[in-house]
């Protein structure tokens, strides 16, 4: 499918630059309205939360004339997390959800991110639907005078979250005693996550919470730790926890200052729901760029590691066609389907807290469940042609696994993004490792050069 205005998480750019304009704005109301509307009596519903940034303002009202124009009624959410958005759809029985996010993105972007009425994220073929109708003309397909819809805002979205949240750390536990600094990266969550985590009875230092338009993700957040690492080593905090700007990410800061990124915590989850009998199947869903370090303990485990390719959107595809209840990135876009429908920063982040309160002992001891391989990457710029498909570079890749045998492995793929060829090797020897990459590297240099 050519995807045209849709990416891999919905529609995404510099703000008032296309196709991030209040007109394409509108356009997707009005397309996804239409898709969505049924032939009945009953009143239709969307529902439309966002993040933090300052064209928020502008992308919102934009969106609700369009669908309000096709006869959809609005229920405006204001600030809140990404994940709490593909709840609320469900839980409010509504046609569709709506979260105006960049997610992980500095302020100057945004972005439109889509989800059926099921909360999951729109598939291929409604965007595809949905980008055929958004070309189609302005006036055509509007409601009668009488047949508008109607939109409200509501107060009561972010104490609903965070009731959801909490109900999915065990009641049995408290993080009472526990020193909690919390990240919200001027985002999403600035509310929500210390809310959540202080009536769970933690001590909480919250940072990046104090979001102006213009500071999502700026020198706070998942995505740049320093600030989060910081405060912790200040205050002597028993554990950090860093969001990205909509939370559907995390990473976690030990009390030493370490970072612990989302292969470890999947392997801990897993660990944990495998002891407590909760997983629906023995495996986790990952991504080709997950550790080979998290496969071998989760193999020890007599648990599966099922691959995907990049995107939590195909995670959750895999999940869901076979059955596994845990997934997610590298990154830290966990996936935790017994209570949620995409990625969720704070609920993988109280799963996390469920067992270190358990066990009794410090982050730097629990959270670290196996000893990552050395992962080596490197980018070449390939302006033209299909590098990959070219014999030298072929025989590169060839060469590099042949080299590793079982005990490391390559991956050579294009960017999605940008006009380049993404090169990582790992294994068990580092040197080896660099020297793999150093020549598939080489190899796709005189290809693309040649081109």
């Not at 009488?146 to 999915?168: F, H, M, P, S």
């Not at 996550?193 to 338009?213: D, H, R």
């Not at 002891?275 to 998290?294: C, D, E, F």
């Not at 391989?373 to 070219?390: D, F, K, S, T």
Request: proline share 4%.
């Amino acid at each position: 499918m050519k995807r045209g205005y849709f990416g891999t998480d919905g529609i995404r750019g510099t703000a008032n630059q296309w196709p991030m304009t209040p007109e394409i704005a509108m356009r997707v109301g009005l397309a996804a309205g239409k898709r969505f509307l049924t032939p009945d009596d009953r009143r239709h519903l969307v529902v439309i939360g966002k993040d933090t940034r300052l064209s928020g303002y502008m992308i919102e009202p934009a969106l609700v004339a369009g669908f309000t124009a096709v006869g959809m009624d609005v229920v405006l959410f204001g600030p809140l997390p990404t994940p709490a958005v593909a709840m609320m759809t469900r839980s409010m029985r509504a046609d569709l959800g709506v979260m105006i996010t960049a997610s992980h993105n500095k302020f100057h972007d945004n972005g439109i991110k889509l989800f059926g009425p099921d909360g999951f994220k729109m598939s291929d073929e409604d965007e595809a639907e949905i980008a055929t109708l958004m070309e189609e003309p302005l006036d055509k397909g509007l409601s009668a005078p009488a047949k508008l819809g109607r939109a409200q805002r509501i107060d009561d979205a972010q104490a609903r979250y965070v009731e959801i949240a909490k109900a999915t750390f065990p009641r049995r536990l408290r993080l009472t005693g526990l020193r909690v600094v919390i990240d919200a990266a001027n985002g999403a969550a600035y509310k929500v996550a210390p809310t959540a985590l202080y009536e769970l009875g933690a001590e909480v230092i919250a940072i990046g919470n104090e979001p102006n338009g213009f500071n999502i993700n700026q020198e706070v957040g998942s995505t740049d730790p320093r600030a989060l690492k910081d405060a912790v080593l200040k205050y002597r905090a028993d554990i950090g926890i860093g969001l990205d700007g909509d939370a559907d990410r995390l990473v976690i800061c030990d009390e030493k200052g370490a970072l612990i990124d989302g292969d470890q915590l999947m392997g801990l989850i897993a660990h944990s729901w495998k002891k407590a009998g909760a997983l629906a199947k023995p495996g986790v869903v990952a991504t080709i760029m997950s550790n080979l370090g998290l496969e071998r303990y989760l193999k020890k485990l007599s648990l599966n590691l099922e691959r995907t390719k990049v995107g939590d959107r195909y995670v959750m595809e895999a999940m869901r066609a076979k059955g596994y209840n845990i997934g997610g990135e590298q990154s830290g876009h966990i996936i935790l389907s017994d209570f949620s429908t995409t990625g969720d920063g704070l609920i993988a982040a109280l799963q996390v807290l469920s067992v270190v309160v358990d066990s009794e002992r410090p982050v730097s001891e629990v959270c670290r469940v196996f000893e990552p391989v050395p992962q080596v990457m490197e980018n070449v710029r390939a302006e033209r042609g299909a590098p990959l498909e070219e014999a030298k570079v072929i025989a590169a890749i060839a060469d590099g696994e042949k080299r590793l045998g079982n005990k490391g492995r390559v991956l050579v793929r294009k960017s999605g993004t940008e006009p380049v060829v993404r090169i990582m090797a790992e294994g068990d020897d580092e040197t080896l490792v660099k020297d793999v990459v150093a020549a598939v590297a080489e190899a796709v240099r005189a290809v693309a050069k040649a081109a």
